[in-house]
Each structure stands twice: as C-alpha cells, then as structure tokens.
C-alpha cells in the first residue's frame, strides 16, 4: 500500500508512532507529515530551525516537517501549537499531489492532528483512519475548562466533525468507545478497539527460560529491599499524589520508589514527599532514554499503575501497563475500569480503584513481605503481553483496518 501518515508529533520524540511508521515502511510505500519536534523540550532544537531538515527520510519513509509555533509555556502557545501544524499540515496535503491509498493517524493530542489527513482524504476521496489514545474534548477538562462554557462546547463541535470525518476511528481503550458513541455520536460500526503494543525490548521470558545461575541473582535481589518503580510524565491525571499517600502509611517496611519521568506536576510531588517525610523511600530519576530504561526495569520488583477517575480520561489504559507487562513485571495499580480489568484477567497483579492510597499501601505490603508473589505475577504479566500485546498483533490488525479488511469485534 501507499500509507500517507500525518501526525503532530514524531521522531525525534518519543513516542510510539516512531515505531508504527518504521513498521509499516518494511513492507509498504509511507509518507509521514508532522511538525517541528519541540514536545520533549518545549522548543524547536537547533538543528531543525532556520528550514533545515525539513524533509528526512526515517527507516524508508519520507518525513516532511511543516512549521509550527512551538509550544513552550503555557496554555496561549500550546494553542497556538495546535492550530499552527492543523493549518499548516492541511495547507501541504491539499496541494499534495501524490497519490495514495490511505490516511493515517495516531492520534495523541490534540484532535486537530488529524485534520491534515482529512484534507488529504476528502479531497482525492481515500479511506482514512484515526487511532485515537486521548479523547476530545474530554481532554481539555484536564486544563480546567469545564463542559457548558463556550471554548468547551467549541471544542466538542469540533472534536465532532473532525471524529465523523474518519472512515475508521481505533481506540486503544474499549471505554473510549461508549464516549465516542454518547458524546460524538459515532455508530459502533465506525469503531473498533486496538490495544497498544510497547515498543520496548520485551524482557518478561528471562521470568520464563532463565539458566539456574540467573534465578539465583533474581531470588537474591528479591531477597533484598523491595523495589517500586513508576515511570512515565507526572502530570495531574497521573495521581502521583496516591502513590506517595500510600508509601507514607507503610511502616518499618524495606522498600524504595523510583520516579521515572518528568511533567508539570513533578514539583507538586516532590513538595507532598517532603510534606509527608518519605524522602528516604523516593528516587526521582527525571527523563531516561530506552537503555537507561532497561537498566532500571532490570532493578525493579514491582511496577506502578495510577490514574485519576474524575472524568472520561480515567478510563484509559496507559501504554506503561504494555510496557511494564513485556518486561515481566508485577503490578501494583490504583487504577479503575479498562486497566483494572486487564490487571485482574491476566493475573499480573493487585489492584485497587483509583485514589485509594490504603488499599495501594495494602498491595505494596503483600509484595514487601512475599518474593513468590513478585515471581508470579512477573510471568502472569508477561505471558498475558505475549497472547494479546503483541507488536506483531498490533500491526497485523492495524494493517487489516487500513485495508479495510478487519471485522468489529
């Protein structure tokens, strides 16, 4: 197939659509429209500014960068963000000449990414599909605009055509698709659930085929204080604050919690550590490349799994829960719905609904005083990654829906 894939965000940025596009380029002809890269530091770097490397090849597929404003600081810029590669994104797919077969989009935030695909798609009368991880406008509540004002139901009227316009929207939660029917207005023929992969090195099968010598420096680790580790951006929906509540009413107990990631609430959470005098229990680590990752999950026991109920987005399932299940990790979650279920299914943990500090504290305990548990839950998680995580899953289906192959299920 010739794919034509617009998105804001991509490569250097990390995020999962890297590793879709470089799949998708091994066997079909992929153009990626996107934006300046200006997510991980809030600005363009140096040597994407002045018009250089605007055109890339990434891995076999053609990347072309529209400008855009970048985001900085603050709620002006990211808007301004937002509609620069909305504008200038549909301006290059409207004059685009070359032909192709499809439009694609993964979709993280905001919705107006997938405008430049729409262009492209009504236009030369195309199929296109949305995979959608972040609903809208269910998405901006979080930046406290709250539903009967005017910029939300602004918001909601565009969320909605944009939606409507997609011959096939994917969710990566299946709670996504109940809002998308009663808020959007979506049929559910129009829809179908995608579970994300990880595109990290899957590590779980060491739990499964390791030598004697290597069981042997995992039971001595386990024998050791207990390792938590979250990982991932520490914003608001994230409930950190759970976390930290439940590590504070653990007593006498050997454990450390390593923070991985950065966000605009990681200064709230340092301040509630403190507060709470647990700074002995907690590692903020900031940012980590893939490798360092590695390294960590290595050292890690138990994984952890938090997300605020408070409206719609509580419902989704983060793509940590993929990753920390491929590494074979146990989990500890505070988390309702999708994740909740998942976790329960597969047997890969405890776990309590969302904000339920006492309950989270009860979990991390059960782990603290029992190795065998870490052990069995590791695998739980990682054979329930291998039967229904998959990469090769992934593509395969994602492949049949930009055929239009795939049957709802």
């Keep these: 197939m010739r794919i034509l894939v617009v998105g804001q965000v991509f490569y250097p940025d990390h995020f999962r659509i890297n590793d879709v596009v470089k799949e998708l380029a091994k066997d079909h002809q992929v153009k990626m429209v996107t934006g300046l890269p200006d997510y991980d530091l809030g600005k363009v770097p140096k040597e994407f500014r002045l018009f250089?490397?605007?055109?890339?090849?990434?891995?076999?597929?053609?990347?072309?960068?529209?400008?855009?404003?970048?985001?900085?600081?603050?709620?002006?810029?990211?808007?301004?963000?937002?509609?620069?590669?909305?504008?200038?994104?549909?301006?290059?797919?409207?004059f685009l000449r070359e032909k192709y077969d499809v439009v694609f989009s993964f979709q993280t935030s905001p919705i107006t990414m997938f405008l430049p695909g729409l262009v492209y798609a009504k236009k030369n009368k195309v199929r296109s599909v949305l995979y959608t991880l972040d609903l809208w406008p269910e998405s901006v509540k979080a930046m406290s605009i709250r539903e009967g004002t005017f910029f939300f139901d602004l918001v909601h009227r565009m969320s909605r055509r944009i939606y409507k316009g997609a011959d096939k929207v994917l969710v990566s939660s299946p709670s996504f698709m109940e809002y998308l029917k009663v808020k959007i207005g979506l049929s559910s023929e129009r829809m179908d659930y995608l579970p994300q992969y990880t595109d990290e090195i899957a590590e779980g099968e060491e739990l499964l085929n390791s030598e004697?010598?290597?069981?042997?420096?995992?039971?001595?680790?386990?024998?050791?204080?207990?390792?938590?580790t979250f990982a991932g951006n520490i914003g608001f929906v994230q409930d950190l604050e759970t976390i930290v509540e439940a590590a504070s009413k653990i007593k006498g107990k050997p454990f450390q919690i390593h923070i991985v990631g950065s966000g605009s609430n990681e200064g709230t959470i340092r301040d509630l550590v403190r507060k709470k005098k647990v700074e002995d229990h907690f590692i903020f680590h900031g940012r980590k490349n893939q490798e360092e990752m590695d390294v960590i999950y290595k050292d890690t026991d138990v994984c952890l799994l938090t997300l605020r109920n408070d409206d719609f987005i509580g419902r989704t399932i983060p793509g940590k829960l993929q990753t920390y299940m491929a590494k074979g990790k146990a989990i500890a979650g505070a988390i309702s719905y999708d994740s909740m279920d998942i976790i329960k299914e597969s047997g890969a943990g405890y776990c309590v609904e969302s904000g339920d500090a006492l309950g989270l504290s009860q979990i991390m305990v059960k782990y603290i005083d029992d190795a065998d548990l870490v052990r069995s839950y590791g695998r739980r998680a990682f054979e329930y990654y291998e039967n229904h995580f998959r990469k090769e899953i992934f593509i395969e289906s994602l492949l049949k829906h930009l055929k239009g192959e795939e049957k709802n299920v």
């Design 52 to 94: 250089r490397r605007r055109r890339e090849n990434f891995h076999g597929t053609e990347v072309i960068r529209v400008p855009i404003i970048s985001r900085r600081k603050g709620p002006v810029f990211r808007s301004l963000n937002y509609i620069s590669y909305a504008l200038m994104g549909s301006v290059y797919t409207f």
């Design 212 to 228: 004697e010598k290597d069981q042997k420096s995992v039971d001595a680790r386990l024998e050791k204080i207990r390792t938590f």
